[in-house]
């Protein structure tokens, strides 16, 4: 079948880091994106793997392992406006614009 | 100015009517998607449209019609609703199919309540 495991909740202070791991089970895997969605607002792209490594966005970090199927988001220097699901997502089925979404975590930070 | 826009935001109605949920995007996109969020926010791809032909059609109840007039628009039609159809549904958009390169661009969503 195919899944993606993440967290469900995570809770850590401003300022802090904070990591959100994922691990994966799809077929056809082509690589792993990052997502945010806000309470009641659309999921907007975060990251995108297709390689085994490191990419940074600002205070966003996204990891990728493929022989460990498994990634993770590194959020650095958390802010309030932070706090949202963050959602694992594994293109599936090759390149082919098919997206399978985790459960979703929820990041709550707190003063 | 909006990039990926849906109507209606809201949408509340009775067991076994149909409805409809429209989509537009003005990024020139070539590629359109329909996607289920439901209560405990997990969010699942329905169909995906790539200049107006059908590319991903996953197993969907044949009640979910989509429909693209043309590459800027994909409507879904929903037959017969169900108690189970509640959701909330969000239109996206990406310029051509490949995950690596087409970050997919997602519409406010449009919450279904079927009473």
């Known amino acids: 079948g195919q899944s993606l495991e993440q967290p469900s909740e995570v809770t850590a202070v401003e300022g802090a880091i904070v990591q959100i791991n994922c691990t994966y089970q799809t077929s056809g895997f082509y690589g792993l994106s990052w997502y945010q969605q806000h309470d009641g607002g659309a999921p907007t792209f975060l990251s995108y793997n297709g390689l085994d490594g490191l990419e940074e966005t600002g205070r966003f970090s996204s990891f990728l392992s493929r022989s460990d199927s498994y990634g993770y988001l590194l959020l650095q220097e958390l802010q309030m406006k932070d706090s949202a699901s963050y959602f694992c997502v594994a293109s599936g089925s090759g390149n082919t614009g098919k997206l399978i979404f985790g459960q979703g975590t929820t990041l709550q930070v707190k003063p | 100015d909006t990039a990926v826009s849906q109507t209606p935001k809201y949408l509340v109605t009775q067991m076994g009517n149909d409805k409809s949920i429209k989509c537009e995007q003005n990024l020139g996109h070539d590629t359109m998607y329909w996607y289920k969020q439901d209560s405990k926010k997990f969010l699942k791809i329905m169909f995906s449209y790539n200049n107006k032909e059908l590319i991903i059609n996953e197993t969907v109840p044949n009640r979910f019609s989509p429909k693209s007039p043309d590459k800027a628009h994909l409507n879904l039609h929903i037959n017969s609703l169900e108690l189970g159809d509640s959701a909330v549904y969000f239109c996206?958009?990406?310029?051509?199919?490949?995950?690596?390169?087409?970050?997919?661009?997602f519409g406010p969503g449009t919450r279904l309540t079927v009473l």
């Open positions: 996206a958009s990406s310029q051509g199919q490949r995950t690596d390169t087409d970050t997919q661009y």
